[in-house]
């Protein structure tokens, strides 16, 4: 069964910086494509950055390009989300995503979210 886990959320001034971890396990990682969401208080979850597989390309959401870096390291099945410069806007639960297949149909597979808060 798929497992992830987000570690790294908490309280940041504006400007500052913050990274978040996503420990997994359950599936093959390395051919996996892998995302990070968010969802401000009473607002939609959003996808705001993408590294997909096999080929590990990135995407990002326009209103955080620029300033978060989605990274992977394969051999701990490990995925990151760096986030510089940031904004009271930012303040979300941040949620790691595993798209995974079964009987040729995507999977979404979410961990439980950390809170990261943009405060003055």
């Known amino acids: 069964q798929v497992q992830l886990v987000e570690s790294g959320g908490g309280l940041v001034q504006p400007g500052g910086s913050l990274r978040l971890s996503c420990l997994t396990s359950?599936?093959?990682?390395?051919?996996?494509?892998m995302s990070w969401y968010r969802q401000p208080p009473g607002k939609e979850r959003e996808s705001v950055a993408v590294?997909?597989?096999?080929?590990?390309?990135?995407n990002y959401a326009d209103s955080v390009k620029g300033r978060f870096t989605i990274s992977r390291d394969n051999r701990k099945r490990m995925v990151y989300l760096q986030m510089n410069s940031l904004k009271s806007e930012d303040t979300a639960v941040y949620y790691c995503h595993a798209q995974t297949w079964r009987n040729g149909a995507p999977r979404d597979n979410w961990g439980r979210g950390a809170q990261v808060t943009v405060s003055s």
């Open positions: 359950g599936f093959d990682f390395s051919m996996t494509t």
């Open positions: 590294s997909a597989a096999p080929g590990g390309s990135t």
